[in-house]
């Protein structure tokens, strides 16, 4: 009967190891699943600034090459 207790105290020992092994794991996996959010959302937020900074030099240009030929056909 105590050999059966203690086998049963080892497994029961197993299982709690086991469990926080487990819970660790799935923090770890939190973590690194929070970090990999907050880089996808930094990479959006850098991909929106880098196409708005493009569409304003893309603008700017437009505006600067209707001025220069504004003022070119103002000359003739």
Known sequence: MEQELEGARRL????EESRASLAHQVEEMRVELLRLRKEKSDLQLQTCQTRGDHAFREEGRAAGTERR???ESSRY
């Open 12 to 15: 029961h020992e197993q299982s």
């Open 69 to 71: 030929e504004g003022r």
